[in-house]
């Protein structure tokens, strides 16, 4: 059963092999994307080997941080109480400088309604507890 406590607890990530280098680098400051080594590609979402080619041959480099917002939705409804009280918020599919999309929020704090589509935004490295830091855009 789940105690109250762990019901308004914001869920966290937890890196593993092929995600410590990305979390690493975002408490740096620091959005890290894998380039393949073999076919050029660029990868958001962290793994092993490449989506494209399959090779092992990837290396982390520092994206520019830029993007344009692709898509959004302004949450209005908490999806549970350890998000109550930060509604309305808006989540964001930013399409990143590099080509790979990311799914993140807008900064805290950050008016909503200013969202539109294919408004540019600036990374933003949000550290929420010890050891974990969150990707989030403001408005460019």
Known sequence: MITPEQAAAKPLPMP???????????????LLLQHCLSCSAIHY????????CGSSHLEHRAA????TVHSFSVVHRAPGPAFKDETPYAVLLVELEE??????RLVAGADPSVVDFDMT????CVPVDEGVTLPCFRPA
């Open 121 to 124: 935004v600036q990374l933003v």
């Open 45 to 52: 979402y962290q793994q092993g080997m490449c989506r494209i």
């Open 16 to 30: 593993d092999a092929d995600t410590a280098e990305f979390w690493a680098g975002l408490a740096r400051g620091e």
């Open 64 to 67: 520019s941080g830029r993007g």
């Open 99 to 104: 080509g790979p999309r990311m799914i993140s």
